[in-house]
């Protein structure tokens, strides 16, 4: 769906957490994943902290309570094409 047929403006999830914090780290990813098999139009975006999960290897070794390994959600953003800028 693109914005123009949709008429809408696309999602942004701003990660501010990396490493500091697992859990808080993982849920823009989780929710993007959401919003991705719901076919919405949504990006991420890695502020702060978080823009240390740009780093070889930094996505390996979060993983949030109660939540699918950070990696495990980072493949299936790459598998539904969602934007992630840094």
Known sequence: MTIEASNQRPLMYVATHGTDDPTLATLPFLVATGAGSA?????????????SLAKPGMIDA???????????????VRDFEIPVYV
């Open 39 to 51: 076919e919405i139009d949504c990006c991420i975006a890695l502020v702060g902290e978080a823009a």
């Open 62 to 76: 979060v993983h949030g309570v109660g939540f699918p390994p950070l990696s495990e959600l980072a493949q299936k």
